[in-house]
């Protein structure tokens, strides 16, 4: 079946704009996180939502840094007044259940110039 | 110190030998995962345990919930092994975040 999947692959933007990055999990999956990998980096954690809402947000390192999950489905990382230091992959990874085994997906580039 | 420290940070091997990973942590967890990530690609989970060992193919894991240390082992290693190997705990209530480890980049060689 689908894995998680996360769109655009790739994103290059200008520091000061605003950028998306969309989750799509595996269906049925109530459990969804966001992470952020800075190059040569282990992921760190950004947000948790448990069905449409945030269970977690400790992560987020601002408030320029927002998720939605509106219909407990797909799930939209958003990023205001974007800076350099955003630059990463956001990786994006869904589970069943609260506590279940976690997949992940192939994550997004976002590079800020 | 880091919740999640592992070792070696990179290793080398020639194909065929056999490989340990180490993972140890200081939190107290209800779960440890592994997990392989290849050079630009995404993150494939290995393993999830809480206790004892699991084995997949070439791959086993252990753990030892008393000295907080998780080993991921390979046997008779080959090239398209070549990845990063990250360890990562959870929390002791099921809703807490993930914390990953370092990672330990792995090569082998032919």
């Known amino acids: 079946g689908a894995g998680v999947s996360q769109t655009p692959s790739n994103k290059v933007t200008e520091k000061g704009k605003y950028v998306e990055l969309r989750c799509d999990p595996i269906?049925?999956?109530?459990?969804l996180y966001w992470y952020r990998q800075s190059l040569g980096q282990g992921p760190e954690f950004l947000i948790y939502?448990?069905?449409?809402?945030?269970?977690?947000d400790s992560g987020l390192p601002n408030d320029r840094f927002f998720a939605v999950r509106p219909e407990g489905s797909v799930s939209t990382l958003k990023i205001q007044r974007t800076e350099r230091g955003d630059s990463a992959v956001y990786l994006c990874?869904?589970?069943?259940?609260?506590?279940?085994?976690?997949?992940f997906g192939p994550g997004t580039r976002l590079t800020v110039t | 110190k880091n919740e999640v420290e592992q070792s070696p940070q990179n290793l080398t091997a020639q194909e065929g030998e056999f490989i340990t990973i180490n993972c140890s942590y200081s939190?107290?967890?209800?779960?440890l995962h592994w997990l392989q990530q290849h050079p630009g690609g995404g993150i494939v989970s290995l393993f999830m345990?809480?206790?004892g060992k699991k084995k997949h193919g070439r791959l086993i894991a252990t753990i030892n919930i008393q000295e907080k240390h998780s080993s991921l082992h390979i046997t008779a290693s080959h090239p398209r092994d070549s990845a990063v190997y990250i360890c990562?705990?959870?929390?002791?209530?099921?809703?807490?975040?993930?914390?990953f480890g370092p990672g330990t980049s792995l090569s082998v060689i032919p």
């Open positions: 939502f448990q069905g449409t809402g945030a269970a977690d």
């Open positions: 345990l809480s206790s």
């Open positions: 990874a869904s589970s069943l259940i609260q506590g279940g085994e976690q997949y």
């Open positions: 269906s049925g999956h109530t459990a």
């Open positions: 939190v107290g967890i209800s779960a």
């Open positions: 990562a705990v959870r929390g002791k209530t099921s809703y807490d975040k993930v914390i």
